[in-house]
């Protein structure tokens, strides 16, 4: 459907009340709770409407496949550089931002918030409306287009959205480091409080890789000076196209872990927090801010372990999501979500409790 037919048929299930559920490729209906709904696609918006290299912005609609984005930028030498996670080759645009996830660069480079610039979207009233633009001096005010950034799709139909985008580094090199989890945390602490170009970090089962990225002096010169075995290029790169779209031995490990009634769970954590006494097995990104746990522990005990250092659980796999996925909101904030989807989506047309099942 093209859009004037997504509006009309989002102006009927406003009238009737019919709960739609948005959807591309389906490559994250794991995520958030269970989705509801008659299926709208969005993969008849595709493709890339506009592109500046020297501007550093790119415009796409959003049932566009990343794959497509990607292969665009990458004839000019750049990136999208949150490293959106594209499972399998199956992530849209509308996707991405919907679901809000990053990569291992999201520590030092920003999250899919960070570099979004503008959006299109159709309310729940069937309007068209557009917000923010190519360049950030020109987002003023209220800046509606990064609310739609992890919003799971429960404010309105994304329809297409303009990205920051930045050049492929001159150099990158990987060096790995065998360290346990507690000399991993404060190594990564420590070098990240030095002028260093350290651009991603992971941390599993006794060793720590860091990604250096920049230019070509200062990544040698950073090398030398943190030691660690250099991995080569061809065997880096597969390691960490596989952190990014979750598809290593750790991530395929805790799919078959979920399958058998362990939950994969995702904390965001101050990133000095030391080594937290889990149930489980962890994998640890930027730079101890994100920790991934596959645990069979009580979702509360998990959720008030990360509740006593500053940070959150959020359930990313689980057969049973009764629990909840993301953590539970306080009163002003969930007031504050209420009248977000109100304002936008007065019917509860979009995506009925996959953010939280009350909304």
Same mark, same amino acid.
């Given at each position: 459907?093209? %859009?004037?037919?997504?509006?009309?048929? +989002?102006?009927?299930?406003? $009238?009737?009340?019919?709960?739609?559920?948005?959807?591309?490729?389906?490559?994250?209906?794991?995520?958030?709770?269970?989705?509801?709904?008659?299926?709208?696609?969005?993969?008849?918006?595709? #493709?890339?409407?506009?592109?500046?290299?020297?501007?550093?912005?790119?415009?796409?609609?959003?049932?566009?496949?990343?794959? *497509?984005?990607?292969?665009?930028?990458?004839?000019?030498?750049?990136?999208?550089?949150?490293?959106?996670?594209?499972?399998?080759?199956?992530?849209?645009?509308?996707?991405?931002?919907?679901?809000?996830?990053?990569?291992?660069?999201?520590?030092?480079?920003?999250?899919?918030? *960070?570099? %979004?610039?503008?959006?299109?979207?159709?309310?729940?009233?069937?309007?068209?409306?557009?917000?923010?633009?190519?360049?950030?001096?020109?987002?003023?005010?209220?800046?509606?287009?990064?609310?739609?950034?992890?919003?799971?799709?429960?404010? #309105?139909?994304?329809?297409?959205?303009?990205?920051?985008?930045?050049?492929?580094?001159?150099?990158?090199?990987?060096?790995?480091?065998?360290?346990?989890?507690?000399?991993?945390?404060?190594?990564?602490?420590?070098?990240?409080?030095?002028?260093?170009?350290?651009?991603?970090? $992971?941390?599993?089962?006794?060793?720590?890789?860091?990604?250096?990225?920049?230019?070509?002096?200062?990544?040698?010169?950073?090398?030398?000076?943190?030691? #660690? @075995?250099? +991995?080569?290029? *061809?065997?880096?790169?597969?390691?960490?196209?596989?952190?990014? @779209?979750?598809?290593?031995?750790?991530?395929?490990?805790?799919?078959?872990?979920?399958?058998?009634?362990?939950?994969?769970?995702?904390?965001?954590?101050?990133?000095?927090?030391?080594?937290?006494?889990?149930?489980?097995?962890? %994998?640890?990104?930027?730079?101890?801010?994100?920790?991934?746990?596959?645990?069979?522990?009580?979702?509360?005990?998990?959720?008030?372990?990360?509740?006593?250092?500053?940070?959150?659980?959020?359930?990313?796999?689980?057969?049973?999501?009764?629990?909840?996925?993301?953590?539970?909101?306080?009163?002003?904030?969930?007031?504050?979500?209420?009248?977000?989807?109100?304002?936008?989506?007065?019917?509860?047309?979009?995506?009925?409790?996959?953010?939280?099942?009350?909304?």
């Amino acid at each position: 459907m093209k %859009l004037a037919e997504l509006q009309s048929v +989002i102006r009927q299930s406003g $009238a009737s009340r019919t709960p739609l559920r948005i959807t591309g490729h389906g490559s994250k209906d794991f995520y958030g709770e269970v989705p509801q709904g008659e299926p709208l696609s969005t993969l008849a918006l595709a #493709g890339v409407t506009a592109y500046e290299p020297s501007e550093l912005f790119i415009s796409a609609l959003a049932g566009t496949p990343l794959a *497509d984005v990607e292969t665009a930028l990458a004839a000019n030498r750049q990136r999208l550089a949150f490293e959106p996670p594209r499972f399998g080759g199956r992530g849209t645009v509308g996707g991405m931002v919907a679901a809000g996830l990053s990569g291992p660069s999201r520590a030092a480079l920003g999250s899919v918030r *960070d570099h %979004l610039l503008g959006a299109v979207m159709i309310n729940g009233q069937g309007e068209l409306l557009s917000f923010g633009g190519t360049v950030m001096k020109n987002v003023a005010g209220f800046d509606v287009s990064r609310v739609l950034a992890g919003s799971m799709g429960m404010l #309105g139909l994304i329809t297409e959205v303009t990205l920051k985008v930045l050049p492929l580094p001159a150099a990158t090199a990987t060096l790995r480091f065998e360290f346990d989890q507690s000399a991993a945390l404060m190594a990564v602490n420590r070098w990240g409080g030095e002028p260093l170009p350290i651009e991603a970090s $992971a941390w599993w089962d006794g060793a720590l890789l860091l990604r250096l990225a920049g230019a070509q002096a200062a990544v040698e010169a950073a090398t030398r000076k943190l030691g #660690g @075995d250099l +991995i080569p290029a *061809d065997l880096a790169a597969p390691f960490w196209t596989g952190l990014r @779209d979750q598809g290593d031995e750790f991530f395929i490990g805790a799919q078959r872990a979920v399958a058998g009634g362990a939950r994969l769970w995702r904390l965001s954590l101050p990133s000095t927090t030391p080594e937290l006494k889990l149930h489980g097995e962890q %994998l640890i990104e930027w730079g101890g801010a994100q920790r991934w746990v596959v645990t069979p522990m009580e979702p509360r005990a998990l959720r008030e372990a990360a509740a006593a250092v500053g940070g959150h659980a959020t359930l990313f796999r689980s057969l049973d999501k009764t629990c909840g996925v993301f953590a539970p909101l306080s009163a002003p904030l969930a007031a504050i979500h209420r009248r977000l989807k109100a304002s936008f989506d007065p019917n509860g047309v979009f995506n009925a409790g996959r953010l939280y099942p009350n909304l």
